[in-house]
């Protein structure tokens, strides 16, 4: 595949405004300067007091040394009093040799074993993978996304075998809105149709049924909007999609043949995306854009990075080449309790289990190359 022109540029400058799934950044951002997605919740926070659980800790500064293994959280709070869900979790690894990144999603709804907390006073218990997160946050009567990012941390960490991660990000919806705008679009291969359930073709929010308030007690409405839709037609080459779409895109997991798995791999191919249009020469010759795209991920993005500073990780990652970059689909389907009562989602067949012991022993490459089924098709 055809690499990049534009490496040597600073990685913090070129990639601040990678973002994904649901999405992340996945270079050099600092819990400082995108603290005001946090304080919202939690007022004054620590440097790297996100990844006290599960990575390495501010006190004892981190080699930035692959390989590397990252996660990324996306969520979306309707207000500060409410407690987050996970809506996407993105485990980003970086192999020793630091040249690429491969990225792996997991299931909102997987159905895991959620450790006891004894900070939010969280019984050990099984449920949704997205909760532990809410659940975690809720100290003392007040919501804490630390304790909370934590909690689901190490729920991940049970689930992957993955014994600590190096660096961790969490972004809201609103703030990666600001990041997309920031970077005025991107192009992506759309590799299904997909209907809208929430735009209109215009990009307006569609009117809700009238049995379906979004206030009140309204009764649970599956889908509560009505009227026209906007829809995007799968192409063979890259569209270039404005920043509402893009995002309206990687949100949909409803329609025709559509499930949630499909919405992963989506965001997933975003973040690729978004990653090659933060490294084009549009981008990091045009100091007005970069500095809108700066801004954004500044007040938005919250990164945690072992104890080290942006400035460390862009040179350490100053060799990563974007357009190698491997998303990654692990199978998976429903589960089922008495009564065919849905409790949420299953890793399916051995894949996933080898996976994620080919990711311990860094060596995804050649488990990829004997298992190319895992690789999606815009790798």
């Given at each position: 595949m055809a690499k990049s022109g534009f490496r040597s540029a600073p990685l913090w400058a070129r990639i601040s405004a990678i973002a994904g799934c649901t999405l992340m950044v996945l270079s050099g951002g600092s819990l400082i300067t995108g603290q005001a997605l946090l304080s919202k919740y939690t007022g004054e926070i620590t440097n790297d007091s996100l990844l006290e659980a599960g990575a390495a800790k501010a006190s004892t500064k981190k080699e930035i040394k692959g390989p590397?293994?990252?996660?990324?959280?996306?969520?979306?709070?309707?207000?500060?009093?409410?407690?987050?869900?996970?809506?996407?979790i993105v485990v980003a690894?970086?192999?020793a040799d630091m040249s690429t990144a491969y990225l792996f999603s997991i299931p909102r709804d997987l159905y895991v074993d959620i450790p006891a907390d004894e900070k939010a006073g969280v019984r050990a218990h099984q449920g949704k993978i997205n909760s532990a997160m809410a659940l975690g946050s809720q100290v003392d009567g007040k919501i804490d996304v630390v304790n909370g990012f934590q909690l689901l941390?190490?729920?991940?960490?049970?689930?992957?075998?993955?014994k600590e991660f190096d660096g961790a990000a969490i972004i809201n919806f609103g703030g990666f809105k600001k990041i997309v705008e920031a970077l005025g679009g991107v192009s992506m291969v759309i590799d299904m149709d997909v209907v809208s359930e929430?735009?209109?073709?215009?990009g307006k929010q569609r009117p809700r049924l009238a049995r379906c308030p979004a206030r009140g007690n309204p009764p649970k409405c599956d889908h509560p909007y009505t009227g026209p839709q906007k829809s995007y037609k799968k192409s063979k080459k890259a569209v270039r999609l404005e920043p509402w779409e893009a995002l309206d895109y990687v949100r949909q997991r409803y329609g025709k043949n559509m499930t949630d798995y499909d919405?992963?791999?989506?965001?997933?191919?975003?973040?690729k995306a978004m990653a090659k249009e933060a490294m084009s020469k549009d981008v990091i010759t045009d100091v007005g854009?970069?500095?809108?795209?700066?801004?954004?991920?500044?007040e938005s993005l919250t990164f945690a990075g072992g104890g080290n500073?942006?400035?460390?990780?862009?040179?350490?990652?100053?060799?990563?080449?974007?357009?190698?970059?491997t998303t990654v689909k692990l199978p998976g389907g429903g589960l089922y309790g008495p009564g065919d009562r849905y409790l949420g989602e299953q890793f399916t067949g051995e894949e996933a289990g080898e996976f994620f012991t080919a990711v311990a022993e860094d060596r995804v490459a050649p488990y990829l190359l004997a298992n190319p089924r895992l690789v999606n098709a815009d790798s």
């Open positions: 590397l293994t990252l996660l990324l959280v996306g969520i979306d709070p309707r207000k500060p009093t409410t407690p987050p869900l996970s809506d996407s690894h970086i192999p941390s190490k729920t991940v960490r049970n689930v992957t075998g993955i929430h735009l209109t073709p215009e919405r992963q791999r989506h965001q997933q191919q975003f973040i854009k970069l500095t809108k795209i700066l801004n954004a991920a500044g500073s942006p400035i460390d990780w862009a040179i350490a990652l100053k060799g990563l080449n974007v357009d190698d970059m």
